[in-house]
């Protein structure tokens, strides 16, 4: 495994990455503050529970469109081409970040809902599924438009993990996240 090969797969992920942020910096925000389950039930426990909201959906869909036309203007430029992925052009920016953005959430979607099944409570420990949720869900909806090579899905996973560990940590140590997970 090339620490190049590392490297491309992080770049790859970086619109998934900003997406699954972007809800955390706008939860005071009230535009679009109701949650994706329209506050349903299944079996008396909420489907994905009211913290997950069409706000944080359209915000981390948002940032990871911004994230990738930001990659879109280094690859014209041609600065960073060595972080580009194999065969990954950044002209498609709009659906790469929309993509790999609303992916990221969907994800932590329905990794949330199998957590309410289990009785799970929203910012309870679900390793490894909180680190790779997003990630999961991010590889599966940019399949749509970019055949991702199996050694950076599995090297985007891998790394994404210990990045979600270490940067939930630094935002819980900085009073941005409430839980270190």
């Not at 915000?59 to 430029?77: E, K, M």
């Not at 991010?138 to 399949?143: H, K, S």
Request: net charge positive; proline share 6%.
């Amino acid at each position: 495994m090339s620490p190049n090969l590392i490297l491309q797969a992080i770049y790859l992920m970086l619109p998934a990455y900003m997406a699954n942020m972007a809800p955390v910096f706008f939860r005071s925000v009230n535009f679009l503050n109701y949650p994706l389950d329209f506050n349903k039930t299944y079996r008396g426990k909420p489907l994905l529970g009211s913290h997950k909201t069409f706000r944080g959906l359209f915000f981390g869909a948002l940032f990871g469109v911004s994230t990738a036309y930001f990659q879109h203007l280094l690859a014209i430029h041609k600065i960073a081409v060595f972080l580009q992925p194999p065969g990954l052009g950044y002209s498609d920016w709009f659906w790469l970040g929309f993509l790999l953005g609303s992916g990221a959430l969907v994800g932590d979607a329905v990794k949330s809902f199998f957590k309410r099944r289990i009785g799970i409570m929203p910012g309870e420990r679900f390793l490894p599924w909180d680190q790779i949720d997003f990630v999961l869900g991010a590889l599966m909806f940019v399949r749509f438009i970019y055949a991702v090579p199996f050694s950076i899905c599995v090297i985007a996973i891998a790394s994404s993990f210990l990045l979600h560990v270490a940067t939930n940590h630094i935002g819980f140590y900085l009073g941005i996240r409430e839980e270190k997970w």
